[in-house]
């Protein structure tokens, strides 16, 4: 029992190797740039939160900082 579990361990850790030899290959993944479209919602999604701010700072008149 103990010697199958060996030879299958063995298997296992040959296999690992072989997938990691392989890996390093492969070339790296390309970042792509964003979209036109993802930078404007980015853009809006920021501004939303400034606007947000503004707003809860507006309904606090006696804080002078935003936070």
Do not use: C, F
Request: aromatic fraction near 2%.
């Amino acid at each position: 029992m103990a010697n199958q579990l060996e030879s299958l361990v063995e298997t296992i850790k040959s296999k690992v190797r072989a997938l990691k030899k392989k890996s390093k290959n492969n070339k790296p993944y390309i970042k792509m740039d964003k979209s036109s479209s993802v930078k404007v919602e980015i853009r809006s999604r920021k501004a939303r939160k400034l606007i947000d701010k503004t707003l809860k700072a507006a309904d606090r008149p006696g804080k002078r900082t935003i936070s």
